[in-house]
């Protein structure tokens, strides 16, 4: 078998990549604007998943796919997310500027239930990418999921900030600043899609089994709720 032969384990590896970097290309474009960054990561983490499991498709229509189907409800989750967050960042900065005896313990309880945050919504935006449910069940899914497998999510979470201290290390930093460009989200994704596909199929498989013993049916399309085809013309 030829090296270069469009079959060939290089020429797969080199396709991929190829993907992971036009996806990150498209994500963080449509990070810009803000508010549509939680569409952006939940048709990000979409097609990271369909990269994981080997299908062949067109970053650009699959992401746009997703991100027009999850739009209202990736957004409203995000910017839950934000306010959130920035309540916290208020809370550190008062802390920093009115410094007390008891600002201290309160600094150390609000950095915990930061990480505790950001760790448990590790996997919410995997979860609104993949199946159909309200704000509700998809933020205590995501949490749920993340702890229960703690450490593959431990690794998801160590991967999405690694691209950050990277890039405050120095010479380092800069030196390897195109190459995180390139591949900032999508890496960390395309790992943590295949650390989670496993369960998410289990998952699917029992959606799939319940909808087949109500229905009488086993429709494909009813398995993955959010991988419905896209219409052609």
Same mark, same amino acid.
């Given at each position: 078998?030829?090296?270069? /032969?469009?079959?060939?384990?290089?020429?797969?590896?080199?396709?991929? #990549?190829?993907?992971?970097?036009?996806?990150?290309?498209?994500?963080?474009?449509?990070?810009?604007?803000?508010?549509?960054?939680?569409?952006?990561?939940?048709?990000?983490?979409? !097609?990271?998943?369909?990269?994981?499991?080997?299908?062949?498709?067109?970053?650009?229509? *699959?992401?746009?796919?997703?991100?027009?189907?999850?739009?209202? *409800?990736?957004?409203? #989750?995000?910017?839950?997310?934000?306010?959130?967050?920035?309540?916290?960042?208020?809370?550190?900065?008062?802390?920093?500027?009115?410094?007390?005896?008891?600002?201290?313990?309160?600094?150390?309880?609000?950095?915990?239930?930061?990480?505790?945050?950001?760790?448990?919504?590790?996997?919410?935006?995997?979860? *609104? /990418?993949?199946?159909?449910?309200?704000?509700?069940?998809?933020?205590?899914?995501?949490?749920?999921?993340?702890?229960?497998?703690?450490?593959?999510?431990?690794?998801?979470?160590?991967?999405?900030?690694?691209?950050?201290?990277?890039?405050?290390?120095?010479? #380092?930093?800069?030196? #390897?600043?195109?190459?995180?460009?390139?591949? !900032?989200?999508?890496?960390?994704?395309?790992?943590? /899609?295949?650390?989670?596909?496993?369960?998410? *199929?289990?998952?699917?498989?029992?959606?799939?089994?319940?909808?087949?013993?109500?229905?009488?049916?086993?429709?494909?399309?009813?398995?993955?709720?959010?991988?419905?085809?896209?219409?052609?013309?």
């Amino acid at each position: 078998m030829k090296i270069f /032969a469009i079959d060939s384990p290089l020429m797969s590896v080199l396709s991929k #990549i190829s993907d992971l970097l036009i996806l990150n290309l498209i994500t963080l474009v449509m990070c810009i604007p803000i508010v549509t960054a939680g569409a952006s990561f939940t048709a990000m983490h979409y !097609c990271c998943l369909k990269l994981a499991r080997g299908h062949e498709t067109s970053m650009w229509k *699959q992401f746009f796919h997703s991100f027009k189907d999850n739009f209202k *409800q990736s957004t409203l #989750i995000w910017l839950l997310f934000l306010v959130i967050m920035g309540f916290i960042g208020y809370d550190f900065l008062l802390m920093y500027n009115n410094p007390t005896e008891l600002s201290t313990f309160v600094f150390g309880g609000l950095l915990v239930f930061t990480i505790i945050l950001l760790f448990g919504g590790s996997m919410v935006f995997p979860i *609104q /990418a993949k199946f159909y449910n309200t704000i509700p069940v998809t933020l205590k899914t995501g949490f749920i999921f993340s702890f229960r497998h703690f450490f593959r999510t431990l690794i998801f979470f160590v991967l999405k900030l690694l691209p950050l201290v990277l890039m405050l290390v120095g010479n #380092i930093g800069i030196m #390897i600043f195109p190459i995180i460009l390139c591949f !900032c989200f999508t890496a960390p994704g395309y790992v943590a /899609a295949k650390l989670y596909d496993k369960s998410f *199929q289990e998952a699917e498989d029992i959606i799939f089994a319940k909808e087949a013993a109500k229905k009488g049916t086993a429709d494909d399309e009813e398995k993955i709720f959010t991988d419905v085809p896209e219409k052609t013309s």
